[in-house]
């Protein structure tokens, strides 16, 4: 039946979500069902632009700046198929899938960074100039954990982002490390520790920033 055909295609298309979270992401990784954006998108091919997009094991690892894709991809997402070819896979060759197609069609998905844009933080002072979010850091394979810290004020500070890695998906400089996976973070040393030993233990972390709406203001 139409209906049973449905259930098998969806079964199917979870199973391959779970392969490509797997290839994807170091750790267990448990990710929580609404965590998982799945995507699809549709794009006439052009070879210039799919030269910009670097995929491994169906991860986005690199895309260039200038690239048109940058509408519906970005780092950190995870290529399921593509033209109803798997994709997360280690011997997929986008280029080579996509030569000679007119159509570049992907199914994705999108591992969510941000939970709640204004996150209540009990601990923290609420000022008008800054604004708590609480996202997710994921041990995605291939990328660096990318984040430098520094403690001022009594906050712990990014005071450093490496483009294309794991940290830049989710922060910034300027943000205040809050809190790791429900924990108040006061110390530089022990946030990098804390965030390392979840990422690798749990392959993600929960965690809260707290970001200046203006960023000019975040050392003041």
Do not use: W
């Amino acid at each position: 039946s139409a209906q049973c055909g449905r259930h098998l295609a969806r079964m199917n298309e979870d199973k391959l979500i779970a392969e490509a979270i797997a290839s994807a992401v170091r750790g267990p990784a448990k990710i929580p069902p609404e965590y998982i954006q799945r995507l699809t998108h549709e794009k006439p091919v052009v070879e210039a632009e799919v030269a910009k997009i670097t995929l491994q094991n169906g991860l986005v690892t690199e895309l260039d700046e200038d690239s048109e894709y940058l509408a519906f991809l970005k780092i950190g997402d995870v290529m399921c198929s593509v033209n109803d070819k798997v994709a997360c896979r280690p011997d997929f060759n986008l280029q080579e899938q996509l030569k000679g197609c007119k159509t570049f069609a992907c199914k994705y998905i999108r591992l969510r960074n941000c939970l709640d844009e204004e996150a209540k933080v009990d601990d923290v002072d609420q000022r008008d100039s800054f604004q708590c979010r609480s996202a997710v850091l994921y041990n995605f394979n291939h990328l660096r954990f990318g984040l430098s810290f520094l403690c001022y004020n009594g906050r712990v500070m990014v005071d450093g982002v490496i483009p294309r890695s794991i940290g830049a998906i989710a922060a910034m400089v300027g943000d205040a490390m809050l809190h790791v996976n429900g924990k108040r973070m006061r110390d530089p040393h022990k946030t990098f520790d804390e965030l390392s030993t979840e990422l690798k233990c749990n392959g993600f972390v929960k965690i809260v920033l707290q970001r200046p709406t203006n960023l000019f203001i975040a050392f003041l």
